[in-house]
C-alpha cells in the first residue's frame, strides 16, 4: 500500500487520541498492543507526530511512497483521522516502537478492500534507521496474525513498486505470493511506475506458522 490513504481536507468529527492503551478484545474500540522481543505496535499518539516526521518524510523512505504529511500538525492531523477510520471499521494503522523507545519510528496500515474487510490491503514505512534490525519482520509478522485473527481477512494484498527492491523482499520473505505486475498504476514525483502485486492467505499463514513455529508474546 504505497498510497497515504488520508489526504489533509478529509472533514474530521474525532475527540484527541487518549495515551491509555486498549484491553478491550474489539478493535474497532481502540487497537491492541502487540509486541515480540525487539518491537512493540501500539495504537497511534499525537505524541509520535514529531518523530514520524522525522523518520518518514527522509528521502529515501518516500521514494516509493505518495507524499506523507510534512509538518507535526499534519501528521497529527493524520494520527486522529486513523481513529475515526478505525472506529468506522474500516483502518488500521499500527504504530513501531522498537525496544528501549517511546515514541513512533514507523507505521503499519491495513484497509478493508470490501465491506466485509475479508479482502484487504496492508502497507508500511519504517524509518532507515531501523532497516535491517529485524523490527520490520517482527512487526509484519504481527500485523498480519492481527488481519486474520482479529479482524477476521481471507486474502491479503499488498502493491509494491517493482524498482522498490526493499520492499518486495520483505514481502517475499514473509511468504507473500507474487501474482502480476499493475502496469503504469502508480504516479509518484511525476512517473506512473508499475507495480507488484503480493498476496496472502489465511490458510497459506497459518500453514506457514506452523512451519515456523514462532510465538507472538
Known amino acids: 500500500?504505497?498510497?497515504?490513504?488520508?489526504?489533509?481536507?478529509?472533514?474530521?468529527?474525532?475527540?484527541?487520541?487518549?495515551?491509555?492503551?486498549?484491553?478491550?478484545?474489539?478493535?474497532?474500540?481502540?487497537?491492541?498492543?502487540?509486541?515480540?522481543?525487539?518491537?512493540?505496535?501500539?495504537?497511534?499518539?499525537?505524541?509520535?507526530a514529531p518523530s514520524?516526521?522525522?523518520?518518514?518524510?527522509?528521502d529515501e523512505v518516500t521514494r516509493f511512497i505518495s507524499p506523507p504529511p510534512s509538518t507535526v500538525e499534519g501528521f497529527e492531523r493524520f494520527i486522529t483521522w486513523t481513529h475515526a477510520q478505525r472506529a468506522a471499521g474500516m483502518y488500521v494503522c499500527f504504530a513501531v516502537v522498537p525496544k528501549g523507545y517511546d515514541v513512533a519510528v514507523g507505521l503499519f496500515q491495513v484497509r478493508q478492500l470490501?465491506?466485509?474487510?475479508?479482502?484487504?490491503?496492508?502497507?508500511?514505512?519504517?524509518?532507515?534507521?531501523?532497516?535491517?534490525?529485524?523490527?520490520?519482520?517482527?512487526g509484519a509478522r504481527m500485523v498480519v496474525d492481527f488481519a486474520f485473527d482479529a479482524v477476521g481477512v481471507h486474502r491479503l494484498e499488498a502493491r509494491a513498486a517493482v524498482q522498490n527492491g526493499r520492499g518486495n523482499g520483505g514481502l517475499r520473505k514473509l511468504g507473500a505470493v507474487q501474482e502480476g505486475i499493475l502496469r503504469k498504476s502508480f504516479l509518484r514525483r511525476g512517473e506512473y511506475l508499475d507495480q507488484a502485486l503480493w498476496s496472502i492467505l489465511d490458510e497459506d499463514w497459518r500453514q506457514a506458522k506452523a512451519v515456523w513455529g514462532y510465538t507472538i508474546h
Not at 514520524?52 to 527522509?58: C, H, K, S, T, Y
Request: zero cysteines; proline letters at 6%.
Open 1 to 48: 500500500m504505497e498510497k497515504m490513504l488520508y489526504q489533509p481536507d478529509m472533514a474530521l468529527a474525532v475527540t484527541s487520541p487518549s495515551r491509555a492503551e486498549v484491553t478491550s478484545s474489539d478493535w474497532r474500540a481502540g487497537l491492541p498492543v502487540l509486541a515480540s522481543e525487539t518491537v512493540t505496535l501500539r495504537e497511534l499518539r499525537l505524541s509520535d
Open 114 to 138: 470490501e465491506p466485509s474487510f475479508e479482502t484487504a490491503e496492508w502497507g508500511f514505512a519504517i524509518g532507515s534507521p531501523f532497516w535491517g534490525t529485524g523490527v520490520f519482520a517482527e
Open 52 to 58: 514520524l516526521l522525522a523518520m518518514l518524510a527522509a
